[in-house]
């Protein structure tokens, strides 16, 4: 059994900054690539940021340069700096890791229960 969980999120003024985390404990013998989604009311989940196990790291557009991924491989903990929040980020953020739980199974997903980030003033 694998357990996750994801904290941080709120309410931020326009400008402000957050920072979420996630962390996966229990039956892990490798994670592969961790990393973040988001949606938006009556949309379709869409991905934002990832971390490879090398610390590679790859962002849509719309955060790029604001948005921060990282990982910690020691704590299966993955963190997303978000600065210079805007309206248009507010949404509900989801981690997500490609994780190995058992050695002689293939890695499968594994997701966050969500986290709510509104930037309003």
């Known amino acids: 059994q694998v357990q996750v969980v994801q904290s941080g999120g709120g309410l931020v003024q326009p400008g402000g900054s957050l920072t979420l985390s996630c962390e996966f404990s229990g039956s892990i013998v490798r994670i592969y690539a961790m990393g973040w989604y988001r949606q938006f009311p009556g949309k379709e989940r869409e991905w934002i940021a990832t971390v490879t196990s090398f610390l590679d790291t790859r962002y849509v557009d719309s955060v790029r340069g604001r948005f921060t991924v990282s990982r910690d491989n020691n704590k299966h903990t993955t963190w997303l700096q978000m600065n210079e929040l805007k309206p248009e980020d507010t949404a509900v953020y989801f981690c997500?890791?490609?994780?190995?739980?058992?050695?002689?199974?293939?890695?499968?997903?594994?997701w966050g229960q969500g986290t709510q980030v509104t930037v309003s003033s």
């Open positions: 997500n890791a490609d994780l190995q739980s058992d050695q002689s199974s293939p890695s499968s997903d594994h």
